[in-house]
């Protein structure tokens, strides 16, 4: 069995991409993959993997596992997501890190799924957003609480890729920037899905109408109706444009109210996260989805 789990970021899905998984649960189920929905497995999965934490799972635990959450036969793929699975949005960052848990949790995912091969999939965010957005969603405290000392300067994702390539090599990562989801959407549900390049699928660009005015996504589905051809870089290309002119400015600006983040310390942060991300898509040991 492949087990995919899609894990997050927080503050990067917010189950779309699920969502978007489960309009195409019958294209991929004639794969061979299935897309449990989120209630069928998200406390079973954390109960189980709380549990194999504690001691070693018994020998019939993922066929039990696996029994509650499946509906289909002849499945080989399961796709799995919960942005909490390396833990809520207070324990997120800590000892100046991102998801200092994740290798534990992680490994105790392997001790369910022994003979199975497993999958990570992250978006992963600019740290100038990402913290206080995770701030936001465990507000109890100060920004200063919530960092518990932590340097934002000094937080990479690549450091948590190094640590998840150490602990687990054989588990296959398959990453990609949030700031890029809205041009590699489709994408990225092809690489969840195991699915050939180019394959149509349902929901493809619904981030865009999230992001873009009503008038420029009719315009933009007029366009792509009139060029059903194109390759996915032409397809960026064509989204690109169409944010250029008809984006909504409230849904693709951020605006940042914390002591001490100027303009020059937002761009420092962003500057770091880019050399971060060349880093990263530089690995042959990632799969990197970019833009």
């Known amino acids: 069995m492949d087990i995919v789990l899609h894990a997050g970021a927080h503050c990067t899905d917010e189950d779309r991409l699920v969502k978007c998984l489960l309009k195409n649960k019958e294209l991929l189920l004639g794969r061979g993959t299935s897309v ?3 209630s069928r497995y998200r406390r079973k999965l954390r109960d189980a993997v709380q549990a194999a934490a504690q001691s070693a ?5 993922r066929e039990v596992l696996l029994g509650d959450i499946l509906q289909d036969d002849g499945v080989t793929r399961i796709l799995l997501s919960n942005d909490n699975f390396f833990g809520v949005p207070r324990i997120a960052v800590a000892d100046g890190a991102i998801y200092p848990r994740a290798e534990a949790r992680l490994a105790d995912l392997r001790a369910l799924f022994p003979g199975d091969r497993l999958t990570l999939a992250l978006g992963l965010r600019n740290p100038a957003t990402f913290l206080p957005a995770l701030h936001a969603e465990a507000p109890e405290g100060s920004f200063d609480d919530f960092l518990a000392g932590t340097d934002p300067a ?3 994702w690549s450091e948590l890729v190094e640590r998840l390539r150490a602990a687990h090599p054989g588990v296959e990562l398959i990453l990609w920037c949030n700031e890029d989801t809205p041009f590699i959407w489709a994408e ?3 690489a969840l899905g195991d699915l050939p390049e180019g394959s149509k699928i349902t929901g493809g ?5 999230e992001i873009m005015s009503r008038e420029g996504m009719r315009r933009f589905r007029s366009y792509m109706a ?3 051809v194109m390759t996915d ?9 169409f944010l250029d002119k008809f984006a909504l400015p409230d849904a693709v600006e951020e605006e940042l109210d914390l002591p001490g983040w100027d303009a020059a310390y937002v761009e420092a942060l962003t500057a770091r996260y880019d050399q971060d991300i060349a880093l990263i898509a530089s690995r042959p040991d990632v799969r990197f989805l970019s833009a």
């Open 226 to 228: 009139d060029h059903p």
């Open 233 to 241: 870089r032409q397809k960026r290309r064509v989204i690109a444009a």
């Open 57 to 61: 799972p018994d020998a019939d635990s």
């Open 154 to 156: 000094t937080l990479r």
């Open 205 to 209: 660009f619904d981030l865009l109408s």
């Open 188 to 190: 990225i549900v092809r």
């Open 36 to 38: 449990p929905g989120p």
